[in-house]
């Protein structure tokens, strides 16, 4: 089967999103790609959600739209379980009638950071923000509505696309003289172009196991390789912006020192071993891919 074949109508939420837009590129190998705009596919209503797939018959959902304000989901939880929790579930619900796979992405704070090593996925999660409690319900919502879904979760995505921590940190040393930098927060810097690879290349693959009769649903760890704090992130950051002759100080602060509506887990490391040893992907280090963001401008 042509590899552009293997799944003929993708349908791709979050198309606009930072993963989204470099899935809507790397998806288009495995086959046609409609990412609907929000008005076209409303998430907050999840119901809505339900005519749209009937009507397009996509051969694979793939859904990596979320509320991921995770300070401002503090006070908004209902909005947040609604597109977090239960529009996932309407998604599997469908996926299951189509007997189509279902790929979702979700996020290192389903865990609650107290382990020293990094999480794998048979860890038990255990929330500790609103954010993280609706992703959690995410999971489960499929887990319990279809027998063939990947979960893929990841952690501190970033790209020079949309807000996140490289975009803020690039206009921000820049600006400032001086920069406090949360340095007691362990995870794990993950470009969305090297996500959104890793992501086509597992579900390319899991087509394999699908024909071979070997595929199990699962979640799979999908970050890159190392781990750093944020402080560490943010020197990275720096020293590649020398040419720009940066009089920027940044400072390691505790989380204490930065009070956040909601609370981060110390420690977001994710161990990747079962996407190495079952997929046989290799994410490249968190350094190497951030280089190739500022070079690629990806």
Same mark, same amino acid.
């Given at each position: ?77 209902? =909005?947040? $379980? ?14 299951? #009638? !189509? +007997?189509?796979? &279902? ?13 020293? =090593?990094? $999480? ?14 609706? #992703? !959690? +319900?995410?999971? &489960? ?158």
């Amino acid at each position: 089967m042509p590899t552009s074949l293997i799944y003929p109508r993708i349908l791709l939420t979050g198309g606009t999103g930072q993963v989204g837009w470099e899935l809507l590129r790397s998806l288009k190998k495995l086959g046609e790609v409609w990412a609907p705009t929000r008005s076209e596919f409303d998430l907050s209503n999840p119901e809505s959600l339900r005519n749209t797939i009937k009507n397009y018959k996509p051969s694979l959902i793939v859904n990596s739209a979320a509320y991921t304000a995770v300070d401002r989901a503090e006070s908004e939880s209902e =909005l947040v $379980y609604i597109i977090n929790a239960k529009a996932p579930k309407v998604l599997a619900e469908e996926a299951r #009638k !189509l +007997d189509v796979l &279902l790929v979702h992405f979700s996020t290192d704070y389903v865990f609650d950071g107290k382990k020293y =090593l990094p $999480y794998t996925e048979e860890d038990e999660p255990n929330p500790i923000n609103i954010y993280g409690k609706s #992703k !959690l +319900d995410g999971e &489960l919502a499929i887990q319990e509505c279809h027998n063939k879904y990947l979960i893929l979760r990841t952690a501190w995505v970033y790209s020079n696309r949309s807000n996140n921590f490289y975009t803020a940190m690039t206009r921000l040393l820049k600006e400032r003289e001086t920069l406090d930098v949360v340095a007691d927060q362990m995870g794990t810097p993950t470009s969305a172009h090297s996500l959104a690879s890793a992501s086509t290349e597992i579900i390319q693959k899991t087509n394999d196991h699908l024909l071979s009769n070997s595929f199990r649903p699962e979640i799979i760890n999908t970050v890159a390789s190392g781990s750093a704090t944020w402080f560490d992130f943010a020197n990275q950051i720096a020293d590649r912006m020398n040419s720009l002759a940066l009089k920027c100080q940044l400072s390691p602060i505790p989380t204490s020192d930065y009070p956040t509506a909601a609370k981060r887990p110390l420690n977001s490391r994710l161990n990747n071993q079962k996407l190495k040893s079952r997929y046989k992907i290799e994410m490249p280090d968190w350094k190497v891919a951030l280089d190739e963001c500022i070079n690629s401008g990806q």
